[in-house]
């Protein structure tokens, strides 16, 4: 059972990190003030809870991967919250987690050296394929729809990247404390000027609720299990775990938000799912 934890922890992970964009549908802040709440008050609070063990093993910690991982975290939300608000919750959300493992893979073989196997070239084929379906379909989610496909892709890459980082400081034997506190704590440091500038509307009495659902719920306490995970899951079995996200954000989006999905909707959503789904599927190498 004990062994099984590490795998609960990051799919529970997957099913908080799932409500967000419904969750941001009943905030009438912009996204961007949204998503530097979500992440950036989450990540401080890491830092601060984490903060006696940053400092036991500051010496340790590889501070030029901490702020590679930071700038990473600055990133995704910013892009993540504006792909569903200009594409749609589904669409926004499959995007930007559908094809994090195909950027995983990338950065995995490029820093790393790893082997990418028949699935990964296959997931990333079909994951590329529904792309560009959703890309040329005509029945957009408004006149920004491809703008909103281009940040889901940036927020792809910055999710594997934070993730691969994290993941990779702590095989160097850091503590998943100091790791997460320091990566995370930084992070929200830097998305903290963009709280302070548009920050204002998320605390009316409309957007209170939802704001701190978002920070506390599924970023403050999805990426605490999230870390747990990572800490004896590789971050590319990880990344297949949380694959569950874009299920459940879809599924709220249709029957919360009330989003419709069109025939070509559906098929690049599907293309990617299926993606999905081939990376799910252990090899032989992976056994």
Same mark, same amino acid.
């Given at each position: 059972?004990?062994?099984?934890?590490?795998?609960?922890?990051?799919?529970?992970?997957?099913?908080?990190?799932?409500?967000?964009?419904?969750?941001?549908?009943?905030?009438?802040?912009?996204?961007?003030?949204?998503?530097?709440?979500?992440?950036?008050?989450?990540?401080?609070?890491?830092?601060?809870?984490?903060?006696?063990?940053?400092?036991?093993?500051?010496?340790?910690?590889?501070?030029?991967?901490?702020?590679?991982?930071?700038?990473?975290?600055?990133?995704?939300?910013?892009?993540?919250?504006?792909?569903?608000?200009?594409?749609?919750?589904?669409?926004?959300?499959?995007?930007?987690?559908?094809?994090?493992?195909?950027?995983?893979?990338?950065?995995?073989?490029?820093?790393?050296?790893?082997?990418?196997?028949?699935?990964?070239?296959?997931?990333?084929?079909?994951?590329?394929?529904?792309?560009?379906?959703?890309?040329?379909?005509?029945?957009?989610?408004?006149?920004?729809?491809?703008? =909103? &496909? $281009? #940040?889901?892709?940036? !927020?792809? %890459?910055?999710? /594997?990247?934070? *993730?691969?980082?994290?993941?990779?400081?702590?095989?160097?034997?850091?503590?998943?404390?100091?790791?997460?506190?320091?990566?995370?704590?930084?992070?929200?440091?830097?998305?903290?000027?963009?709280?302070?500038?548009?920050?204002?509307?998320?605390?009316?009495?409309?957007?209170?609720?939802?704001?701190?659902?978002?920070?506390?719920?599924?970023?403050?306490?999805?990426?605490?299990?999230?870390?747990?995970?990572?800490?004896?899951?590789?971050?590319?079995?990880?990344?297949?775990?949380?694959?569950?996200?874009?299920?459940?954000?879809?599924?709220?989006?249709?029957?919360?938000?009330?989003?419709?999905?069109?025939?070509?909707?559906?098929? =690049? &959503? $599907? #293309?990617?799912?299926? !993606?999905? %789904?081939?990376? /799910?599927?252990? *090899?032989?190498?992976?056994?």
């Amino acid at each position: 059972m004990n062994r099984l934890l590490p795998y609960l922890a990051i799919a529970l992970t997957a099913v908080l990190w799932g409500t967000t964009g419904t969750a941001a549908t009943f905030n009438s802040a912009g996204p961007l003030a949204i998503g530097a709440a979500a992440l950036g008050v989450g990540g401080l609070l890491q830092g601060l809870i984490y903060l006696p063990a940053v400092r036991r093993h500051a010496r340790d910690l590889p501070w030029r991967e901490v702020a590679l991982g930071a700038a990473a975290i600055f990133v995704y939300p910013l892009c993540f919250y504006s792909a569903m608000h200009l594409a749609g919750v589904a669409v926004g959300t499959v995007v930007s987690l559908g094809l994090a493992p195909m950027f995983a893979g990338v950065l995995s073989r490029v820093f790393q050296g790893t082997l990418l196997d028949a699935q990964w070239w296959l997931s990333s084929g079909l994951g590329l394929a529904g792309c560009a379906v959703l890309s040329l379909s005509k029945d957009s989610h408004g006149e920004h729809f491809l703008l =909103g &496909i $281009g #940040l889901g892709v940036l !927020a792809a %890459l910055s999710y /594997a990247a934070y *993730s691969l980082i994290a993941g990779h400081v702590m095989s160097r034997g850091v503590p998943r404390p100091a790791a997460m506190g320091a990566i995370f704590g930084a992070g929200g440091l830097l998305l903290l000027p963009v709280l302070l500038v548009l920050g204002h509307e998320l605390v009316t009495p409309h957007n209170l609720p939802s704001t701190l659902y978002l920070t506390l719920v599924p970023m403050f306490l999805g990426y605490v299990l999230f870390g747990i995970g990572l800490e004896k899951v590789p971050a590319h079995i990880a990344m297949v775990i949380t694959l569950a996200e874009p299920a459940v954000a879809t599924l709220l989006a249709v029957c919360v938000v009330g989003e419709t999905l069109s025939a070509p909707k559906a098929a =690049g &959503i $599907g #293309l990617i799912g299926a !993606a999905l %789904l081939v990376l /799910a599927v252990p *090899s032989r190498r992976r056994r």
